[in-house]
């Protein structure tokens, strides 16, 4: 029986742990580290080290490894054994603090968008100790960082870390002004709500689409796909409850909090969301639950499915990130308070959020795009590339009451002024189910709903930290300089909910005419596409922000974008490639099958019954012969469109290029294809359907 109070974080060198097994001088001195980033002496390292090799071994462990997260999006890792030759020919186990705080592997084979070419060719990691070392598959696992020798970041890591230390910075100055000299800290905390897929691995591997792109480029809708809702919040089969289950166990022994899990609305899409925790751990909690919930599916026999569209007709897979802010001290700075003030406190952090949404739409957009989630975020499916923030009614009409200088409440016939007026408490709306925002308040936190099922987080959080950021900058800077603070806070939040309300909707986002609305009316952005977002991360007005709080170098800004658009391009071309090897291989060969039996029953009917009807098979083999004639045909030509792409000039080029040209000739072939599939024999479909796929586990 698996006693989850016993086992829980059993396999995390956690405070728990540290306490009981180093000295208190070295606790103290690495707590220092952790909570105010103090630096560490080798000392103190030598002795963390040892303790941590000691408690690694006793769990099982026999080597440790550097945990980074590189931008190919998923964690990279090196295993070094802790064995070390003995003089006596034996082996002693071995782990200095030098070990710990600093690695070398070699990032030559990194992503580094150009970075490498500028600066050097190796890189290193250093130790993140506020995120707790970890055992996974008997390797002690040390959370870092990943930079370049010219100390320019190579991971996601590094920004996300900077990013929190800039919103710690402004967020404190507001404080400051409020009167408040206790906090010394303060930490945002995100809650990443984890779409899924799951899948019978015996189908999974008949399908090389899956294989190589982790989504069917190929599939004729099935009679039934989510057009019932009878999935959502259904009751759990029982093979996806023991997958549930078992993965829930694996996560806790990480420390990790799953806490909720329940089906999604497509057929065979689940839910998993963890208790929030501040967002570097939640972070490095997200990318070990993604490569957990793949680990933990193959025991079962299945297969997890990360990608944003694994299949087309039916909903793809998000993440909600769950965003709060709070002190030190236990104060969520998004909680309407209990006395005027704090509720100016309360409304001057709501103001600079939506703020910071609207000056960084861009930003926001940017940080969650990639070629999988463009068919979510760019197609008809929630939420729409167009970014607003919701609020509900109630604070909508406080806001509203602010602007106009109208009374918020028209029993009471006084008017909204910050610091007077007691907000009335806003209960946590249970009713919120504007599932169509990609930014909605809800109640004590914002949640971003962008994100794509495989993204890490951190792009998005680095971001929307960011702009907050640069929001609470730009207040403090006035409001520091200010005669009369009360005045100038009301002066400015009314000017900042009348130059930002056009970010703000509370109606349907799926609908056509808010889309239109949002880009003619309200001048919102509007960008479908990988390739028409990212090359706005070199936007002045982004590049001068990001460097301002040094969450970014203008390097680090070229060389991701290089990379996002490579892995764009990248992704699709191998799309393509996938498609046109299914094609060749498989789908047309398997049509050629049925055909050539089709025209054997004619030629038997012929002969058996003079002049026989044949009128089925007949026109089955006219139809499948024009159609197989036309993929072959639209098959050369994606080919043929691939070999164009390579004289783009650069990277934008090409993306555009994919963009405009290769998706299009994709979809083209795609139709033909699963037309062919509805009128092809089953027996003779060379791979599962989507029938197989999505209602094949029970
Ligand atoms: P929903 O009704 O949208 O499913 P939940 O209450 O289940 O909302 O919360 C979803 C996620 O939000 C969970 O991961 C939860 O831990 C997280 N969450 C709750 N409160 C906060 C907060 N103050 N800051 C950040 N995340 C939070
Ligand atoms: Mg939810």
Redesign the pocket.
């Known amino acids: 029986m698996f006693d989850v109070k016993e086992e829980f974080g059993s396999l995390v060198f956690d405070d728990r742990v540290m306490k009981a097994v180093l000295s208190a001088k070295v606790y103290q001195s690495l707590k220092k580290t952790i909570d105010e980033g103090a630096g560490l002496d080798l000392s103190v390292a030598n002795a963390v080290a040892e303790a941590m090799k000691e408690w690694a071994i006793s769990k099982g462990a026999t080597h440790y490894t550097h945990w980074f997260q590189p931008l190919t999006g998923i964690t990279a890792e090196k295993h070094d054994g802790f064995i070390s030759p003995a003089p006596d020919g034996r082996v002693i186990m071995e782990f200095s603090g030098k070990e710990l705080i600093k690695g070398e592997p070699d990032a030559s084979s990194f992503p580094s968008g150009g970075l490498r070419a500028t600066f050097e060719a190796r890189g290193y990691t250093a130790w993140d100790p506020t995120s707790y070392a970890f055992i996974k598959d008997k390797t002690l696992c040390i959370p870092t960082a990943f930079c370049s020798y010219g100390g320019q970041a190579l991971d996601k890591k590094t920004p996300l870390l900077r990013s929190m230390e800039a919103l710690n910075r402004q967020a404190l100055r507001i404080l400051r002004l409020f009167g408040n000299d206790t906090v010394k800290c303060v930490r ?6 984890q779409e899924y897929f799951l899948i019978d691995r015996q189908s999974y591997e008949q399908r090389k689409d899956l294989i190589y792109t982790g989504r069917t480029l190929f599939g004729a809708k099935p009679p039934k796909g989510q057009e019932m809702d009878d999935h959502y919040f259904g009751v759990i089969k029982p093979r996806v409850a023991a997958y549930m289950q078992d993965l829930n166990e694996e996560l806790w022994k990480l420390g990790i ?1 799953a ?2 899990q329940h089906n999604e609305v497509a057929p065979a899409q689940h ?1 998993l ?5 501040t967002t570097n751990i939640a972070t490095d909690h997200n990318q070990l639950t993604m490569e957990i919930m793949q680990k933990v599916a193959l025991k079962h026999n299945l297969v997890c499915l990360l990608h944003e569209k694994p299949f087309a007709g039916v909903n793809g897979s998000g993440k ?1 990130n ?3 802010l ?1 002190t030190d001290t236990g104060v ?1 700075l ?2 309407p308070g209990e006395t005027p003030y704090e509720n100016a406190q309360f409304l001057t952090f709501l103001c600079a959020v939506i703020k910071a949404v609207d000056d960084y739409q861009d930003l926001l957009r940017i940080s969650v795009a990639t070629a999988g989630n463009d068919h979510r975020l760019g197609a008809n499916e929630a939420p729409p590339a167009v970014v607003s923030v919701f609020l509900g009614d109630e604070l909508n009409a406080v806001l509203e009451a602010i602007e106009n200088d109208t009374p918020y409440n028209a029993a009471e016939k006084t008017q909204m002024k910050l610091g007077v007026d007691v907000l009335p408490k806003f209960i946590r709306d ?1 009713t ?1 189910r504007n599932r169509t925002s990609p930014f909605a308040f ?1 109640g ?2 914002f ?1 971003f709903r962008m994100l794509g099922s495989s993204n890490s987080i951190a792009c998005a959080n680095m971001m929307l930290n960011a702009a907050v950021a640069e929001s609470l900058r730009q207040y403090a800077d006035k409001l520091e300089k200010a005669k009369d603070f009360k005045a100038e806070l009301h002066a400015m939040i009314r000017k900042t909910i009348k130059d930002h309300k056009r970010i703000i909707f509370n109606g349907n986002g799926y609908d056509e005419s808010w889309i239109k609305e949002a880009t003619e009316k309200r001048g919102l952005l509007n960008y479908k596409t990988t390739a028409d977002c990212m090359p706005h991360l070199l936007d002045k007005k982004n590049v001068d922000m990001l460097t301002s709080h040094k969450v970014f170098t203008k390097e680090e800004l070229e060389s991701r974008c290089e990379i996002m658009l490579e892995n764009y391009c990248k992704t699709i071309v191998i799309e393509a490639n996938t498609m046109a090897d299914m094609l060749r291989k498989q789908i047309l060969p398997a049509i050629e099958k049925y055909v050539g039996k089709l025209a054997e029953t004619v030629k038997d009917k012929k002969s058996a019954v003079a002049a026989a009807s044949c009128g089925y098979e007949s026109k089955a083999i006219v139809k499948l012969s024009a159609l197989a004639d036309g993929m072959y045909e639209k098959t050369e030509d994606l080919e043929k469109t691939l070999i164009e792409l390579k004289s783009a000039t650069d990277i934008v080029a090409e993306s555009a290029f994919i963009r405009d040209k290769v998706l299009e000739k994709m979809s083209a072939l795609r139709i033909l294809a699963d037309e062919a599939e509805t009128l092809c024999a089953s027996e003779y479909w060379p791979f599962p359907t989507y029938g197989d796929l999505l209602f094949g586990v029970r």
């Not at 945002?188 to 709500?193: H, I, Q, R």
């Not at 969301?273 to 925790?277: F, G, M, R, V």
């Open positions: 945002t905390s995100v809650g990443p709500e909090f806490k909720t839910e969301a963890p208790i929030y925790t909600h769950n965003w709060s709070s969520n998004l909680t249970t919120d809800t004590n936190k949640e």
